[in-house]
């Protein structure tokens, strides 16, 4: 059965530094765009970033671009997302999910993690 499993998320001060994996299982991520997405409480599910298969082509909102990096392993099967100059307006859970190619959508995407917390103090 193929599942995204997040992992990497915690307390943080402001201005400091997470990074998110993304693990595939049962699934050849290379195959797979992977788009990072974050929900905050009360507000809607929005995307942060998204790399394309071979990582060539990544894309990032305009609230996280210079702060934060998309990447990929393709032969770890994982994706990461490396958080820097954290912010409280940061403090959400995080989604990794998998789709034919990146979208801002989130109906896009086939397959999905089950989130990590990321919470600045």
């Known amino acids: 059965q193929a599942q995204l499993v997040e992992s990497g998320g915690g307390l943080v001060q402001y201005g400091g530094s997470l990074r998110l994996s993304c693990a595939a299982s049962g699934l050849t991520l290379q195959y797979f765009a992977v788009g990072w997405f974050r929900q905050a409480p009360g507000k809607e599910r929005e995307v942060v970033s998204c790399?394309?298969?071979?990582?060539?082509?990544?894309n990032y909102a305009g609230s996280v671009k210079g702060r934060f990096t998309v990447s990929r392993d393709n032969a770890k099967n994982t994706a990461y997302l490396q958080m820097n100059s954290l912010k409280p307006e940061d403090t959400a859970v995080y989604y990794c999910?998998?789709?034919?190619?990146?979208?801002?959508?989130?109906?896009?995407?086939?397959?999905w993690g089950q989130g990590t917390p990321v919470t600045e103090v």
């Open positions: 790399i394309s298969t071979s990582g060539g082509s990544t």
């Open positions: 999910a998998a789709g034919v190619a990146c979208s801002s959508w989130y109906g896009s995407y086939d397959w």
